[in-house]
């Protein structure tokens, strides 16, 4: 092995869990190590443009993700890279947090410089050395040739829970029938759409669109997003197995961010399945705005402005951990004793193989806790996951792949992460109150 690093906790994947995990790292004091695929941070916030963040909130409006998550916000607003958390106009969340995918790439960075994190970009990690059932390191392919990284603990932040994988540690791969994932979608933006003639549309034929706030609010509001234009989707009978136009706007006053492509029946952990979803996401996304611009009022003059990087993922491989979160979790709103971060995100499950999406709403408080049991391996004790690959039902990751979910499961995993380190314990035994108390200084709510 030509390079080597020393870390104390290594986490894999710059997206919103692994930046949140990083920072949260860095700042107990340990080596911390972030290594991610491509130039830069943000994960699917800005490599497959997801938009805008949703939802910090419950439906009843209180705050339930905070800590690192609300302070990546707070410095975005403070850039001008967002206006904060803003009334839902579209659907079921209470809040939706635009923001700007270039400005929270710098704001990340400079958070996670600040915090003393070694960021590795550029950084592909395609092999974990592992002895006794423990990791011992991860090995980087970069254009510094071979790399060896080596940490007491590891945060598998990939997404697709790929270091749990290649390590050896028992993974699950969609829904149970027949491990089929919930489908994959290429964003895009649009410039020039006429947001006024949209809005007035809307107001005109209400029956054409879901939407949770009362039509004659929609004049005093901005308008956060759409969900609807139900009769021009129909008639166009595009080959694209959804039910309805979606799209949210901003951050410029003219541009939407869309969301209606969809790619079914492929694997995200295939190479090929991958090339293939990349393809069809693409050409379904000129097909998108040819139609957007030919029947949708408020889009005559539009055009695209920006294709995401890579196609969105929903989910793909997760960890097996010392406890999957379940549906019933979810819409009982269940409280656990190792509680380390909290949602108020419904189940949102797009069908993998159907047109429609469920969703499943959350009762009592309107907030459901995440344990740290679903962060830990089941099966290697110094790994730890967060964001998309933690350990859940097909139907609980229809709500703990939100983004601000994600950061906040970071931030634990982080803590607990650095936590094992000073403690030299592995992460199983951290005492929980210990744990949580650590995660209440840093402002999280639990």
């Given at each position: ?5 020393e870390?104390d906790?290594?986490?894999?994947g ?15 004091g ?10 830069f ?26 800590g ?5 916000v ?22 939706l ?17 600040e915090?003393?994190?070694?960021l590795?970009?550029?950084s ?38 790929d ?20 489908p994959?979608?290429m ?14 549309y ?45 799209f ?9 961010l ?15 399945d ?8 693409r ?29 969105g ?7 097996v ?5 379940t549906?019933?979790?979810?819409i009982?709103?269940?409280?656990h004793?190792?509680?380390i971060?909290?949602?108020?995100y419904?189940i ?10 469920t ?27 967060a ?23 970071g ?6 992460a ?19 108390d650590e ?8």
């Amino acid at each position: 092995m030509k390079n080597k690093i020393e870390a104390d906790v290594v986490v894999v994947g710059g997206g919103p869990a692994g930046i949140a995990a990083s920072i949260a790292a860095g700042r107990q004091g340990v080596r911390t190590v972030l290594i991610e695929r491509y130039g830069f941070v943000g994960g699917m916030s800005t490599a497959a443009m997801v938009y805008p963040w949703m939802t910090f909130h419950t439906s009843s409006g209180e705050q339930v993700i905070k800590g690192i998550a609300q302070e990546i916000v707070d410095r975005l607003q403070a850039r001008g890279g967002s206006p904060g958390h803003l009334r839902d106009t579209v659907g079921f969340v209470h809040t939706l947090t635009p923001y700007h995918p270039e400005i929270y790439q710098v704001v990340a960075a400079d958070m996670l410089r600040e915090a003393g994190v070694k960021l590795l970009l550029h950084s592909m990690v395609d092999e974990v050395g592992v002895r006794e059932g423990i990791i011992e390191a991860v090995h980087v392919t970069n254009k510094s040739g071979r790399t060896e990284v080596c940490a007491k603990v590891f945060v598998d932040t990939s997404g697709d829970a790929d270091v749990a994988y290649l390590s050896g540690a028992e993974t699950l791969h969609g829904r149970a029938l027949d491990h089929q994932a919930q489908p994959m979608t290429m964003k895009f933006r649009m410039r020039g759409v006429n947001l006024d003639k949209v809005k007035q549309y809307m107001m005109d034929h209400p029956e054409d669109f879901y939407q949770k706030t009362p039509f004659s609010e929609l004049p005093g509001l901005p308008l956060t997003g759409v969900s609807g234009f139900y009769s021009q989707w129909k008639k166009a009978n595009l080959p694209i197995n959804r039910d309805q136009i979606l799209f949210f706007t901003g951050p410029a006053e003219d541009e939407v961010l869309i969301n209606c492509t969809r790619v079914q029946g492929l694997d995200a952990t295939n190479a090929e399945d991958l090339t293939l979803a990349e393809q069809e996401g693409r050409r379904q996304v000129l097909m998108m705005a040819e139609f957007l611009q030919r029947d949708v009022p408020g889009f005559e003059r539009a055009s695209i402005s920006a294709v995401a990087p890579q196609i969105g993922i929903r989910e793909s491989r997760r960890i097996v951990g010392h406890y999957s979160l379940t549906k019933e979790d979810v819409i009982e709103g269940r409280k656990h004793s190792d509680v380390i971060a909290r949602s108020g995100y419904p189940i949102d499950l797009h069908d993998p193989t159907g047109k429609g999406v469920t969703a499943a709403f959350i009762s009592g408080d309107g907030a459901y806790d995440i344990p740290l049991r679903c962060l830990l391996s089941h099966n290697v004790p110094n790994l730890l996951a967060a964001g998309r690959c933690i350990s859940t039902s097909h139907e609980a990751l229809a709500t703990t792949r939100l983004t601000p979910s994600c950061m906040a499961t970071g931030q634990a995993a982080g803590t607990a992460a650095a936590l094992a380190v000073l403690t030299e314990v592995e992460p199983a035994q951290i005492p929980i109150a210990k744990l949580q108390d650590e995660l209440r200084k840093a402002h999280a709510a639990i």
